[in-house]
């Protein structure tokens, strides 16, 4: 995902955030009623008036499954919640997959770069995206290969092969694994109207 792209997910999410936020403060301050604009057959509650009657929640109260089911559904909220955020906030770090030479490393986002360079550069291919994965001492990449309507993934296959292998010899201390795959657009003719 783009950098720009996550900063505004991450800016539209604080917005939503701060204002949920500021209607909640409000509405448990008392500034407002929870339901201004009911339709008229509705009855408009009063300032101080509970969204769930006193006797209602008392007789919830005394259900012995009220308190367990109400805890593990806010746990597993909570839960949920933070692990969604923890993937977010993790989402943006790249790691450096160090050479051989001392004080030497290799980012993924460079290698990708050159990896996506490369495939471009073969004759048949229309675009590429690359994803390296970093394991111990080994490397996972993926190559999403857009084709040309006329290049069939024969033709293109060995030069795909041979960039990989160069890489594989240039990164020799690690296990290169390279997973290619093919799309191309649809030979569908466009539709009159």
Known sequence: MP???????????AVLGAVLLAAAVRLSAGGATWAPDL?????LPGPHTPVVPAGRLATLREQGWWTPTLMAVSIVATLLLA???LRQLGSGFRRLV????????????AL??????????????????????VRRQ?????????????????????????????????LSPYRFRT??????RSHRRPHVR
Do not use: K, Q
């Open 138 to 170: 080994r490397l996972d990449v993926v190559l999403r290969v857009r084709l040309r309507e006329d290049t069939s993934p024969h033709t293109v296959l060995p030069a795909l092969t041979g960039l990989a292998h160069d890489t594989e010899t240039v």
């Open 179 to 184: 997973h290619i795959r093919f799309t191309s």
């Open 112 to 133: 990708e770069d050159a990896l996506v360079r490369g495939a471009t550069a073969v004759d048949g291919v229309a675009g590429c995206r690359a994803r390296i994965r």
């Open 3 to 13: 950098r720009s792209r996550t900063i505004l997910n991450r800016l539209v999410l």
């Open 98 to 109: 160090p050479l051989p030479a001392p004080h030497s490393g290799l980012r993924t986002r």
């Open 39 to 43: 339709p008229g057959r509705w009855h």
């Open 83 to 85: 692990c969604v955020s």
